[in-house]
C-alpha cells in the first residue's frame, strides 16, 4: 500500500512539474509524466489531473493547464524531483 502512495504522490508532482515548466496540454503533460514515471492509463492519468483542479491546485482554460498559484508554480518549476 505504501509503495501506491509513493507512485501516486510522484505523479501529481510530476504533472505539476510539466505545467510549471510550461507543458501545457493534456497528451504533452502525460508524454511528460510517463517519461518520468514509466505508463499510466489514460484513465488514471486524467483522475490525477482533475484532482488537481478540483482541489485548485490547477485550472484548466481553453484546454490549456496552468498552475493556480504563482508561489507553486516558481517552485515547481524550479524544483528537481529525484525518484
Known amino acids: 500500500m505504501r509503495l501506491l502512495t509513493i507512485v501516486v504522490s510522484k505523479r501529481y ?3 505539476l512539474k510539466a ?3 510550461g507543458i501545457n496540454s493534456w497528451a504533452e503533460i502525460k508524454s511528460y ?8 492509463a489514460d484513465t488514471r492519468f486524467a483522475y490525477l489531473l482533475d484532482a488537481l483542479i478540483k482541489f485548485g491546485f490547477v485550472d484548466k482554460t481553453a484546454g490549456r493547464y496552468s498552475i493556480t498559484d504563482p508561489v507553486m508554480r516558481k517552485a515547481m518549476a524550479g524544483a528537481e524531483l529525484r525518484y
Not at 33 to 40: E, Q
Open 13 to 15: 508532482l510530476y504533472i
Open 19 to 21: 505545467i510549471a515548466e
Open 33 to 40: 509524466v510517463t517519461s518520468k514515471s514509466g505508463n499510466i
